[in-house]
Antibody
């Protein structure tokens, strides 16, 4: 059984960067497709990006290109999402989720990380 | 980028009702379409993958259909635990804006 545990809540100033981690157990990260999704207060789920096994590359949603970087440390089965130039609209709960290579659905999710951007 | 448009954005229904949600893609996505349930304070949960396949462990009252650009998600008999927000998602990509299912 795959388990996904995220790092704790963060409070950041506008213009700063945040790096959220996501530790996977029960499976090897290199065999999974990790994705990041966020939900701002009162808003819906928003896909930020993730690894697409069909082309072997990380794809980012156009909205976040240039501001987000997703990386993986396969030795420690940990994925990271760094978002830079933070603004108040980036206040949200950030989730990581693993993609099933057969179903192409996000099936195992972390518990969510609250990121608050405030001066 | 593909855009996913869900309707309605919210609905009120009673226990036992049949509930239907639609999702339209801005271009042909085949059957690369998944449906999720999201409750406040919890992580989302996949219910349907590949447009019509039921995720393991998910009750059979949930179903999905469609291909190309038009998709439908149905709860055949709404249960108290089904009150939540439901999202469609193009596989490994954009989500619809969500449909909140509330108690009538």
């Amino acid at each position: 059984q795959v388990q996904v545990v995220q790092s704790g809540a963060e409070v950041k100033r506008p213009g700063a960067s945040v790096k959220v981690s996501c530790k996977v157990s029960g499976h090897t990260l290199s065999e999974l497709s990790m994705h990041w999704v966020r939900q701002a207060p009162g808003k819906g789920l928003e896909w930020m990006g993730g690894y697409d096994p069909e082309d072997g590359e990380i794809s980012y949603a156009q909205k976040f290109q240039g501001r987000v970087t997703m990386t993986e440390e396969t030795s420690g089965d940990t994925a990271y999402m760094q978002l830079s130039s933070l603004r108040s609209e980036d206040t949200a709960v950030y989730y990581c989720a693993t993609g099933d290579p057969v179903t192409a659905a996000l099936d195992y999710w972390g518990q969510g990380t609250q990121v608050t951007v405030s001066s | 980028d593909v855009q996913m448009t869900q309707s309605p954005s919210s609905l009120s229904a009673s226990v036992g009702d049949r509930v239907t949600i639609t999702c339209r893609a801005s271009q042909n996505i085949g059957t690369y379409l998944n449906w999720y349930q999201h409750k406040p304070g919890k992580a989302p949960k996949v219910l349907i993958y590949s447009a019509s396949s039921l995720q393991s462990g998910v009750p059979s009252r949930f179903s999905g259909s469609g291909s190309g650009t038009d998709f439908t998600f149905t709860i055949s008999s709404l249960q108290p635990e089904d009150f939540a927000t439901y999202y469609c998602q193009q596989s490994y990509s954009v989500f619809g804006q969500g449909t909140k299912v509330e108690i009538k």
